[in-house]
């Protein structure tokens, strides 16, 4: 049987995350079986075996990052050993790496000259500092050169066998900082450039030094409580926000609906029981299946910006806004202009229930050809999406909330108003083109009994 390799499980993915092994080595797998969640640079995923035998060999551990096509894992029969491993090749460290066999000058030569395997003296550098020094070759000859005829200071023995580049070396004795007092944040502790500069807004002025004038003294950088690093799908979170803040340019159009009637026609539903599928249906469900319609009613929102044209689709296919453990993911209703309210109900919840246990396939969560974002649940009463390109715009719905307000008589009374924004790419959707659909999905959201037709 083959090697298993890392699939390609979404169109953009050029590398995967090994997140967890759902089996162990050794036990029995059959085709369909989940054996492994697979963080992509969109989601984390299941992931199934496509093979039935033994999962005889596992070559990346959990949290491990490996390109597509690379093998993760051997599935073979009952007696069948795996393929001998070839020999890594592991990334030479820098102070490992070789360079050009030049004829170096004189200077050179005694650059590149061994480093003892022990300190004999203090003067003598460690092997850190000798390979630094090979690495910085063309910045240290520069040193060298403009220090032509200078005599070397004599370093102590502390401060020879601190692991430092040159530079930070260098800057440190013009400022009279003892380097061995500085904590270094390079690899292995290595003291940097940065970590003098910052020793230096610590550091007591030498006696009988003037006050720069001009200068406010440099606030302190605030300590860092951790560093977390970025999983593949924030990556792409970042580069998606970016290129389509950035690029796409957005205008956001506002309203604020009477939410009396929506929260009537839900405690209608719910009244029929809790065995009932109509008690089952959301106000965020009416939303959904409003915004759906107002594109059919207005279809040229429904649109995205191509280069030299605009690509008005022929299907409403509904993105909505899913929160999960590391992001966010963006489950696509497919057609659902075809859809009723009950269909388009259970279908969000299926893609939303399957999103959050990382059980969905790669081609339910891209495409869409706009998205609806709803915070209302977490307590916000307004906010502005940012769209998710190629869409043409995205809706942010907030909460409903009671509110005071003067009816038609002119009377003042307490009523139910919830507040939608609408961010528009405007090479697609103009400002008036936008009010029309608005205008529409209030007309339907206000009078949700035209949703149950």
């Not at 915070?375 to 009671?402: E, M, R, W």
Request: include cysteine.
């Amino acid at each position: 049987m083959p090697e298993i390799q890392m699939p390609k499980l979404s169109d953009t993915m050029t590398e995967g995350t090994l997140v967890t092994w759902l089996k162990k080595k050794g036990e029995q797998v059959s085709t369909g079986d989940v054996i492994a969640e697979i963080e992509t640079d969109k989601a984390p995923m299941e992931w199934e075996s496509p093979e039935d035998g033994v999962l005889s060999e596992i070559y990346v551990e959990e949290g491990g990052k490996v390109e597509v096509g690379q093998r993760i894992a051997f599935i073979g029969g009952k007696d069948e050993a795996p393929p001998a491993a070839e020999a890594e090749q592991k990334p030479a460290e820098p102070q490992a790496e070789k360079q050009p066999e030049a004829k170096p000058d004189a200077q050179q030569a005694e650059t590149e000259q061994p480093a003892p395997a022990e300190e004999k003296a203090p003067e003598t550098a460690p092997p850190e500092k000798e390979a630094e020094t090979r690495l910085d070759a063309p910045q240290a000859g520069a040193e060298k050169a403009a220090a032509a005829g200078a005599q070397k200071p004599t370093r102590s023995s502390d401060e020879a066998r601190v692991k430092a580049s040159p530079l930070a070396r260098r800057v440190a004795a013009e400022q009279g900082l003892d380097i061995s007092q500085i904590k270094g944040t390079g690899p292995e502790g290595r003291v940097t450039e940065s970590d003098v500069r910052a020793a230096l807004k610590f550091a007591p002025a030498p006696a009988g030094a003037a006050p720069q004038k001009g200068k406010a003294p440099a606030a302190p950088k605030p300590a860092e409580g951790a560093r977390i690093n970025l999983s593949g799908m924030r990556k792409v979170i970042a580069e998606r926000l970016v290129a389509s803040k950035g690029p796409v340019p957005h205008f956001y159009l506002t309203i604020e609906i009477d939410a009396g009637p929506l929260m009537t026609a839900r405690a209608e539903l719910k009244a029929a029981g809790p065995e009932s599928d109509t008690a089952k249906i959301t106000v965020n469900d009416f939303i959904l299946k409003a915004s759906v319609d107002a594109a059919v009613q207005v279809p040229k929102v429904n649109a995205s910006f191509d280069e030299d044209a605009i690509v008005q689709y022929s299907d409403v296919d509904l993105a909505i806004a899913v929160a999960i453990d590391d992001g966010l993911i963006t489950p696509v209703v497919r057609a659902a202009q075809n859809k009723g309210l009950r269909e388009i109900s259970e279908a969000v919840k299926d893609l939303a229930h399957r999103a959050r246990h990382k059980r969905m396939k790669p081609e339910e969560f891209q495409g869409g050809t706009f998205t609806v974002s709803n915070l209302g649940g977490y307590g916000i009463d307004s906010f502005s999406a940012i769209i998710n390109p190629p869409q043409g715009f995205i809706l942010a719905i907030g909460a409903v909330t009671k509110k005071a307000i003067v009816d038609d008589c002119d009377q003042l009374s307490v009523g139910h108003r919830m507040s939608i924004t609408m961010s528009c790419d405007h090479r697609v959707i103009d400002g008036a083109l936008g009010a029309d659909y608005l205008k529409e999905l209030r007309r339907l959201l206000e009078n949700p009994t035209l949703l149950l037709i």
